[in-house]
Structure formats: structure tokens, C-alpha cells
């Protein structure tokens, strides 16, 4: 299994990225994805999922902000991030459960991650 993460970089506060995490190697549309994040110093944290059955579900220091969709036919999971604060900096990455527990330990697999950088 394999998951590739992109689409970070360098963005002013109030502005948008679109992070994209391709899949390959499993049975994309039977898996729940999820995306966490880590800031210099922090541990990881979940930022919000996109199951299978096309729900969505999210922190909420990113609800209303944040938008998570997936392409099944891409084997693609995306996380769209709008009004991006300087504390959304970390770097994201996507992971995959089967479950519906969202904690780091319980992630079947993850991407190596990108990195959303939010100047002010």
C-alpha cells in the first residue's frame, strides 16, 4: 500500500491550498481516509476523515474551513483548506483505517506527508 500526499507549500494567511493523497495497492473505495497533522513540537492530530460510505467529519478548529472529499474511481482523498490561519502550519498527512477510531496508533497505513506552511 501506498499513499501519496502533495499539494503544500507556502501560502499568506486567509488563503487556500487543496492537499491531495493518492492511493495504490488496496481497495480504496473499502477503506475510511484521514487526514492528521503535525506542528513543529506537537504530536499528531487528526484533522478530519472521509469515509466510505462518503461522510465526513472533522476537528473543530478546522470546521467550516476545511473540506475533505474523495474520488474512489482516483483512489484520491482531498482536503481542500480555506481561511488557512498560521496555525494550520504542520505537516499533513493522509492515512487509512478500516475503523472509525481516529487516533494515530489505530491508522492502517500513512502517507509521508507535505508541508502547509502559513505565514502572517
Known amino acids: 500500500v501506498q499513499l501519496q500526499a502533495s499539494g503544500g507549500g507556502l501560502v499568506q494567511a486567509g488563503g487556500s491550498l487543496r492537499l491531495s493523497c493518492a492511493a495504490s495497492g488496496l481497495n480504496f473505495s473499502m477503506y475510511n481516509m484521514g487526514w492528521f497533522r503535525q506542528a513543529p513540537g506537537k504530536e499528531r492530530e487528526f484533522v478530519g476523515a472521509?469515509?466510505?460510505?462518503?461522510?465526513?467529519y472533522y476537528m473543530n478548529s478546522v470546521k467550516g474551513r476545511f473540506t475533505i472529499s474523495r474520488d474512489n474511481a482516483e483512489n484520491t482523498v482531498y482536503l481542500q483548506m480555506n481561511s488557512l490561519k498560521p496555525e494550520d502550519t504542520a505537516v499533513y498527512y493522509c492515512a487509512v483505517t478500516y475503523g472509525n477510531i481516529w487516533s494515530p496508533s489505530r491508522m492502517a497505513y500513512w502517507g509521508k506527508g507535505t508541508l502547509v506552511t502559513v505565514s502572517s
Open positions: 472521509g469515509l466510505r460510505g462518503a461522510s465526513t
